[in-house]
């Protein structure tokens, strides 16, 4: 099938994880269901005023694109004020970030050593015109899950894995043959691991006003396991692809500000207790806060894209070096494979340079304008998005710090409606899969920017 047409199927299935996710949210908030219920009257948000604030109609600051948003390219503008050069740099990057991988031994040495196992072929089959990735439409074989992966891993067994959780040095332990997710494709000659299958329950909710709406709870199992059975304790976490816009902002902005907002035990008596994930960065080589991801998991954008390489697409990159990806000491006919690692790269299959452009590009996705801001149906949603105490986590605006070699991204008010914390979100929402300081029940507020374009 191609993209298109599943693209003409999104809208059914789009509910999980963002909207079942607004809806659970407005519910918890106004029945008071949720772990963290906030207390409207001494909510962050409670005084500000639900006219137009200064600045509120660019959301990414100057960086805000001042592009056509009336388009289908609405999310693939470049950072208002990149520069001729940067602007250059960013058309390489998008070329890198949509170039289908291809196995290797291949006469084009530059776009080889996909897989042996992998979730797709490039960056955005998943990040589907820079915009988020949905679940699939119907299960395998009437539909593949290209734009949403499993992550995998198993409660620790030893002291080793145990130290090296408490130690923040991985986020979890994987599974031992399937890894840290389940590739669903591989390359000719090998088998992919098995597939995602969904199936839906209808829940009714009764509302306030004694309406009710129905919601609808996935269930993921996999099947065609083809490297044996998984291991009985094995933790199951469904990701959709989020979207790109805005991410070189919300890395800049300073930890500080971050950690401003966290109240662990709520101190406050907000009912609202945000915490701070704190994870390896493989390049710092130290604990990090954790910004990306839907657990917080990932410190940077450079992290998160070289994590993709490998994970996603089987590639090794300056900082995830392996070229078979996620294959296990398990999977040693995977692991043996022939790579696409060359000199010219560095000795890796995405070397320097292309990873750094790709990665400029992902920090310079530029969010697009507000819209509709004076309209009275607007306004009065910003009053009630106050009131309910949305905004004790969808925290509205923040300062970016000083970016190296980006002053376009530096030093600007940006409105990304996220305390980038962990939240207690319910079982209701739960994956019972911790990540890092992030429990079975606890997810980073995302960035709803955006959501105006679904
Ligand atoms: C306790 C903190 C908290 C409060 C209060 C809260 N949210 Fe959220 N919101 C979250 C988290 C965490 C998620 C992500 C949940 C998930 O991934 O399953 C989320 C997800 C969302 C999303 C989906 C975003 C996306 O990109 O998928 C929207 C929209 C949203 N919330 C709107 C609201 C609105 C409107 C309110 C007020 C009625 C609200 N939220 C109150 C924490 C909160
Ligand atoms: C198989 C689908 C898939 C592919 C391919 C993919 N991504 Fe992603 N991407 C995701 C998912 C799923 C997440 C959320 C990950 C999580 O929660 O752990 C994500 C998250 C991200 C984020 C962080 C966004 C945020 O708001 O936290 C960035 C940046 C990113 N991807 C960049 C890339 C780049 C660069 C590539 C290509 C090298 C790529 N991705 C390839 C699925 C994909």
Redesign the pocket.
């Known amino acids: 099938m191609s993209l298109r047409s599943r693209e003409k199927r999104r809208l059914p299935v789009l509910v999980l ?3 079942l ?2 809806c659970v ?2 519910i918890t ?2 029945i008071g269901v ?1 772990k ?1 219920t ?1 207390k409207p009257e001494q909510s962050a948000g409670a005084n500000i005023s639900p006219k137009r604030e200064p600045g509120e109609e660019n959301p990414g600051g100057n960086a805000t694109t001042r592009k056509s948003i009336h388009t289908r390219d609405a999310f693939s503008h470049a950072s208002n004020g990149i520069g001729f050069e940067g602007e250059a740099n960013f058309k390489v990057g998008n070329a890198i970030f949509r170039k289908l991988w291809v196995s290797a031994p291949a006469s084009t040495k530059s776009s080889d050593g996909l897989g042996p196992l992998f979730n797709s072929r490039s960056c955005q089959s998943c990040h589907f015109k820079d915009g ?1 990735g949905h679940p699939p439409a119907a299960n395998y074989p009437d539909d593949t899950a290209e734009s949403m992966l499993l992550r995998l891993s198993i409660p620790p067994e030893t002291d080793a894995q145990k130290k090296l959780l408490a130690e923040h040095r991985v986020n979890a332990i994987n599974e031992p043959t399937y890894g840290g997710q389940l590739q669903d494709f591989a390359i000719q000659g090998h088998d992919s691991e098995g597939h995602i299958h969904v199936t839906y329950e209808d829940v009714p909710v009764t509302l306030d006003d004694g309406s009710t709406r129905t919601l609808r709870k996935p269930a993921y199992t996999i099947t065609d396991l083809k490297y044996g059975p998984l291991h009985p304790k094995t933790m199951l976490s469904p990701r959709i692809a ?1 979207p790109m816009i805005g991410l070189g902002l919300i890395e800049a902005v300073p930890e500080a500000q971050i950690r401003a907002n966290t109240d662990a035990d709520d101190k406050n008596g907000d009912g ?1 207790s945000g915490r701070a994930n704190e994870v390896w960065s493989l390049e710092a080589e130290r604990p990090m806060i954790g910004r990306f991801g ?1 657990k917080a998991g990932v410190p940077s954008i450079r992290e998160q894209s070289a994590g993709a390489f490998s994970g996603d697409m089987g590639l090794s990159t300056p900082i995830v070096t392996e070229p078979s990806g996620d294959c296990t000491q398990a999977q040693a006919f995977c692991r043996n494979a022939p790579n696409g690692n060359t000199e010219r790269d560095g000795g890796f299959e995405v070397g320097p340079i292309l990873f750094d452009l790709v990665t400029f590009y992902a920090q310079n996705l530029a969010v697009p304008p507000r819209r509709n801001m004076d309209d009275a149906n607007v306004t009065k949603g910003k009053a009630i ?1 106050h009131e ?3 905004a ?3 925290t509205p605006s923040f300062t970016t710090g000083k970016v190296d070699g980006q002053p376009h991204l530096s030093n600007q008010r940006i409105w990304p409606y996220t305390d980038m914390l962990l ?1 207690d ?1 319910g079982d209701g ?1 739960a994956d019972n899969r911790p990540e890092g300081m992030a429990t079975g029940q606890e ?6 920017v955006g ?1 105006w374009f679904d």
């Open positions: 994880p963002g909207l996710a607004m949210a407005c908030s106004t949720g963290e906030p988020r989020p609202i839907w998005f309910l105490g949305c004790s986590c969808h939240h979100m929402l997810w980073r507020t995302p960035s709803p959501h």
